[in-house]
């Protein structure tokens, strides 16, 4: 199993070089930032979540694995994206983040 779980995972952060791409001004949904990737990985396979995307990102000089719900091209639409969000995370408090600092950490966690 453990296979199929690294390669599901290696599949959310290759997803990661498109975020770069896409313009400054969107918003994406942050749910967590973890330093430790199996940690991560876990809580996306006990939660069942589906379409997430992750990003390796550097803060305060340290890497960071970020789960992010999705990217969307305002903050309005990026709220109401999180009204539906699964139930199984409702509990969670989002980080609504524009896409510019979330490209700025990306680089920021490549040169980590």
Not at 36 to 52: M, T, Y
Not at 91 to 98: A, N, V
Request: charged share 20%.
């Amino acid at each position: 199993s453990t296979r199929k779980e690294s390669s599901a995972a290696s599949d959310v952060y290759k997803r990661q070089t498109s975020l770069l791409d896409l313009p400054e001004s969107f918003w994406a949904i942050q749910i967590m930032a973890l330093q430790d990737q199996k940690a991560l990985n876990s809580f996306v396979s006990e939660n069942e979540l589906v379409g997430v995307s992750g990003a390796k990102i550097g803060s305060q000089g340290k890497l960071f694995y970020a789960l992010l719900l999705g990217v969307y091209e305002s903050r309005s639409i990026a709220e109401e994206a999180w009204e539906s969000r699964p139930q199984s995370i409702s509990s969670l408090k989002p980080y609504f983040r524009g896409l510019g600092s979330l490209q700025t950490a990306i680089r920021d966690g490549a040169n980590l």
